[in-house]
């Protein structure tokens, strides 16, 4: 007895994105711990999931090569421009870290962040609670003399969002490397570019083009995830929308940096099936996250996440 065998007439059927295929997801589910870094076909050669032991090391890990990236630009006298999330958020204490201690100045970096809380006509949330003034704090400010240009920090309101093409795709075409950094979604999106968004459009090429999205209607799981990892179970203070980055300038990527630190306490944790599906269930529109693998770039995530993901029998 499972999800498959009792959904029919269930308050789920439904539910989930027509376009995830729950037996294909089972399968991906049940490989154990130590194929996690088979390779697949779709995979980039210069993609690496890379696994950390604990929260500590991969915190220091991701904001390791944030800064090595930015460090890098700087010796070789070039741009280099961001998307970036508001979460995971350990690491932006240690990009701080690093580049405050090798002194490298961000003059030379472009920041674009992915998302931000709106409501239906795309009016931003402010305040404490606003993704922009969690940046501010986690990163930008901490830096001090070394920090990114205000002119040169983006943050997707709806005036600023729509400019975010012609900003990120010029840069681009005058040859600044763009990364994104990610994290992954308990509906398997990246920014709040959510999978059922892919019954709107014909094919992935079609999907694969649109920029951005005003006023984004957020999945339930998405809206619960938020409320357990971020509100301390609150839903009630958890916005219903966000104005998003869309796959037509994430997957516009030269690399990547993500994080998978989706566990808790006694063994519990929500992430171990969306890092699965991220890594195995070949790119699809309805499956946001499945195309990270085809960009290189390297995807930390905590041992834990790997599996076994079994139910806990002690």
């Given amino acids: 007895m499972d999800f498959n065998s009792t959904v029919k007439g269930s308050l789920l059927e439904g539910f989930y994105p027509e376009g995830w295929d729950f037996k ?29 032991d604990n929260v500590a090391e ?8 944030i800064a090595n990236e930015i460090k890098k630009a700087r010796e070789r006298n070039e741009e280099i421009a961001f998307i970036l999330p508001v979460g995971p958020m350990g690491m932006y204490k240690w990009a701080v870290y690093f580049l405050k201690q090798w002194n490298v100045c961000c003059s030379h970096v472009h920041c674009f962040n992915m998302d931000e809380w709106a409501d239906g006509e795309g009016n931003t949330i402010t305040g404490e609670a606003s993704f922009q003034t969690t940046m501010e704090n986690a990163f930008y400010n901490p830096l001090g ?30 040859g600044v490397k763009l990364v994104l950094v990610y994290g992954i979604g308990r509906m398997c999106h990246i920014a709040f ?6 019954s709107e459009f014909a094919s992935d090429e079609e999907w694969l083009k649109q920029p951005y999205r005003i006023g984004a209607k957020l999945h339930p799981l998405t809206i619960e995830q938020n409320a357990i990892t971020s509100f301390r179970s609150r839903t009630s203070m958890v916005p219903c929308r966000a104005n998003t980055i869309g796959p037509g300038l994430m997957f516009k990527a030269d690399y990547a940096i993500g994080g998978a630190d989706g566990v808790f306490s006694r063994g519990m944790q929500w992430q171990g099936m969306s890092f699965w599906m991220t890594l ?35």
């Fill in 145 to 174: 003399e070394l920090t990114v240009p205000k002119s040169q920090r983006n943050f997707a309101t709806k005036d600023n969002l729509p400019s975010y093409p012609e900003k990120i795709l010029g840069l681009k075409a005058r």
């Fill in 193 to 198: 570019w959510e999978p059922q968004f892919g």
């Fill in 280 to 314: 195995r269930y070949a790119p699809s529109r309805f499956v946001t996250s499945s195309f990270i693998p085809t960009i290189p770039g390297k995807l930390f995530f905590l041992k834990e996440l790997a599996g076994p993901l079994c139910p806990d029998v002690n």
């Fill in 24 to 52: 294909k997801i089972d399968e991906i589910c049940s490989n154990p711990p130590e194929k996690v870094f088979e390779r697949q076909a779709f995979w980039n050669e210069k993609f690496e999931p890379q696994m950390c």
């Fill in 58 to 65: 991969f915190d220091v890990k991701m904001g390791h090569e």
